[in-house]
């Protein structure tokens, strides 16, 4: 399922800092488990540009600094970062958007990135409901800067119960103030509370990532199937506690030694045994939890997009 040559989206977790405390990130959720492998790594610039390029990926379209428990922008080295694979690829960032300078904003818009602001808010007080730590009024002045300069905006909009009466004020406002796009999203995650879907059953488990030829990348350098399983990798990595079925395959099949690209090529790590044991384990009676989770019962964020 998963082949180099073949992958077309990248995600990259470029640090492990973040400036705000959203109640459903692991960083909140499992605060006592992970917290002693926070705030202190993000991935070198050359190793990024050694493990990622058009040779490697000769059909990557999308490079996607995706904030899994991190806030991409406070890498000291995101412009850099931003115009050396602009070069051979499209590249995004989902950033809370309360960082930096609102000249900071204005290059990385001249540079034609696309960011996902995350705003699930319309004013302060709706804003830091969720968002804790973050502030309207400079994230406001941050995408109006990025926008200004020619970037590409999308207004990401997770819908909770607290703020679901803004859904249409929102989209206006991302209308008024000059994104690109408006997204939804109706998610099961914790924290401010939730909207509730029904949950269904696929026949058999679709994985996401393998059929979008998608890859993950976290902070410390290892290769996983998807973003998904991260929150599992960094758990074990700070414990050195492997219970679940993920855990057990990570520990067994070398876990951060053999599945980190500071050790190991891109093909040894996905033709080695995580990845191997992971797909295998769809067809078990039981499967890896977090792949029957995400990809089998659909109890999982529902995406709505709509371009402006």
């Known amino acids: 399922m998963w082949n180099n040559k073949t992958i077309e989206w990248i995600d990259v977790e470029l640090t492990s800092f973040c400036n705000i405390a959203c109640p459903g ?10 917290e002693s492998i926070l705030n202190k790594n993000i991935i070198d610039f050359e190793d990024l540009k050694r493990w990622i390029t058009s040779k490697e990926f000769p ?20 412009l850099e970062i931003v115009r050396h ?7 995004n960032i989902a ?18 990135a696309s960011v996902f602001f995350g705003l699930d808010g319309t004013d302060q007080e709706s804003l830091v409901k969720y968002r804790i730590g973050s502030n309207f009024k400079k994230v406001q002045e941050n995408w109006r800067a990025f926008i200004g300069a020619g970037g590409n905006a999308t207004w990401q909009f997770i819908v909770f119960d607290h703020n679901e009466h803004l859904f249409d004020d929102a989209e206006r406002m991302s ?3 000059g994104f690109k796009r408006f997204r939804a999203i109706f998610s099961h995650r914790g924290g401010s509370g939730e909207v509730k879907k029904e949950v269904e059953e696929e026949k058999e488990i679709q994985c996401k990532y393998g059929n979008q030829k998608r890859l993950f990348i976290n902070h410390t350098g290892a290769l996983l199937p998807c973003c998904y399983l991260n929150s599992e990798a960094l758990e ?6 492997g219970k679940t079925k993920f855990g057990k395959i990570w520990t067994g099949s070398g876990g951060i ?24 384990s769809w067809t078990w009676p039981s499967p890896v939890e977090k792949c029957w989770k995400t990809c089998k019962v659909k109890k999982r ?8």
Not at 96 to 112: A, C, M, Q
């Open 25 to 34: 990130c692991l960083r909140q959720e499992k605060k006592e488990q992970v």
């Open 59 to 78: 059909n990557l379209k999308l490079l996607n600094f995706c904030g899994s428990v991190d806030e991409p922008t406070l890498h000291p080295d995101i």
């Open 85 to 91: 694979f602009k070069s051979f690829t499209d590249v």
């Open 95 to 112: 950033s809370n958007g309360s960082t930096k300078t609102k000249e900071f904003w204005k290059e990385l818009g001249e540079l034609g």
């Open 175 to 177: 209308e008024e103030e």
């Open 236 to 241: 074990i990595t700070a414990t050195r506690k």
């Open 257 to 280: 030694l053999a599945n980190n690209l500071k050790y190991n090529t891109i093909s040894e790590v996905i033709d080695g045994e995580m990845f191997d044991l992971i797909q295998k």
């Open 301 to 308: 964020d529902i995406f709505i997009d709509k371009e402006i």
